[in-house]
């Protein structure tokens, strides 16, 4: 006998959040809790139809990014599945809402790691005109930069303040001597 809730919900939305759990398992090196949720019937989702879906997660290591958390989620997604050769198109433009969360230690992690180095070397090089990131702190929503300049450590910290307005995030260089 089938549930009520996965009734409610249909049996395809079910086995489409396990075929992404499982897939972001897989793709993930770690991750702590995760919620994947469909709001479809399952014969909407025969007619390539997904009302609603939403993934939230903590504590993601993906390929070395280390995230704290994320919230995914997506509205009126349409879907083409071509069967003979495994072809999948969405049929609209998906606007994704997102959050992600990144404490000072993620933070440090992804800009220092060699993986992502290429990061650092924007943000020293590109932004800062120094020529490298040496260290990277999160204080009073404020983030400080230590740089050096030919293998020397310079002293100053670069405070990039971040405000948000309007709906778009703002980063700001200010000086902190």
């Known amino acids: 006998m089938?549930?009520?809730?996965?009734?409610?919900?249909?049996?395809?939305?079910?086995?489409?959040?396990?075929?992404?759990?499982?897939?972001?398992?897989?793709?993930?090196?770690?991750?702590?809790?995760?919620?994947?949720?469909?709001?479809?019937?399952?014969?909407?989702?025969?007619?390539?139809?997904?009302?609603?879906?939403t993934i939230i997660a903590d504590d993601i290591n993906y390929k070395d990014l280390l995230f704290d958390a994320i919230e995914?989620?997506?509205?009126?997604?349409?879907?083409?599945?071509?069967?003979?050769?495994?072809?999948?198109?969405?049929?609209?433009?998906i606007i994704v809402k997102f959050k992600i969360s990144l404490s000072e230690k993620s933070l440090k992690n992804i800009v220092l790691h060699s993986k992502w180095d290429w990061i650092a070397d924007l943000i020293s090089n590109g932004i800062l005109n120094q020529s490298s990131l040496e260290d990277i702190k999160i204080e009073s929503n404020c983030i400080l930069i230590k740089t050096s300049k030919e293998k020397t450590i310079i002293n100053e910290e670069e405070k990039?303040?971040?405000?948000?307005?309007?709906?778009?995030?703002?980063?700001?260089?200010?000086?902190?001597?």
């Open 2 to 53: 089938i549930s009520k809730q996965i009734k409610e919900k249909g049996i395809l939305a079910k086995l489409l959040e396990k075929g992404i759990n499982i897939l972001l398992k897989k793709e993930c090196k770690d991750i702590g809790n995760l919620k994947i949720e469909i709001i479809s019937t399952s014969f909407q989702i025969i007619k390539g139809i997904i009302n609603k879906i």
């Open 72 to 93: 995914l989620e997506a509205d009126n997604i349409k879907i083409k599945f071509k069967i003979n050769n495994k072809e999948l198109k969405f049929e609209n433009n």
């Open 160 to 177: 990039i303040d971040i405000k948000l307005k309007e709906g778009r995030l703002y980063l700001e260089n200010k000086s902190n001597n």
